[in-house]
């Protein structure tokens, strides 16, 4: 069995998110096409890049978009919540508010 298929991609977006104090979205629906993302993209490029975002299909040229992402405790300090809204901040999280879109954080020279 390769590494990939050894990855429980819920448990580790759950571990991410108590390591780091967040909150995982609290939409079960919305929750399980996040993850149900990781997984394709774990599937396919061997590596958990974010969903939401465009991909080089290389490690190092994602690196920074690599679940969780560089910008997301960043963006989940100013809005809440990070680019594709998986992780919430806890204040957030209580306040019941619905993620909305966000700035890109990732610099245009970085994209495919």
Same mark, same amino acid.
């Given at each position: 069995?390769? @590494?990939? &298929?050894?990855? *429980?991609?819920? +448990?580790?977006? +759950? ?5 780091? #104090?967040?909150?995982?979205? &609290? *939409?079960? *629906? ?15 490029? #061997? /590596?958990? &890049? ?8 290389? =490690?190092?040229? *994602?690196?920074? $978009? $690599?679940?969780?992402? !560089?910008?997301?405790?960043?963006? !989940?300090?100013?809005? #809440? ?5 998986? /992780?919430?901040? @806890? ?6 508010? @619905? =993620? ?6 990732? =610099? ?5």
């Amino acid at each position: 069995m390769s @590494e990939t &298929q050894r990855i *429980d991609v819920s +448990r580790f977006v +759950r571990n991410v998110a108590t390591k780091k #104090g967040w909150v995982l979205n &609290q *939409d079960p *629906d919305f929750l399980a096409s996040l993850i149900e993302g990781l997984e394709a993209n774990l599937l396919r490029l #061997g /590596y958990l &890049q974010c969903p939401c975002r465009l991909s080089w299909d290389d =490690p190092k040229k *994602d690196k920074d $978009i $690599i679940c969780p992402c !560089i910008y997301a405790g960043e963006d !989940i300090a100013q809005y #809440g919540h990070c680019f594709c809204s998986l /992780y919430l901040s @806890e204040e957030f999280a209580r306040s019941a508010a @619905e =993620p909305a879109s966000i700035p890109e954080r990732r =610099p245009e020279h970085l994209f495919p």
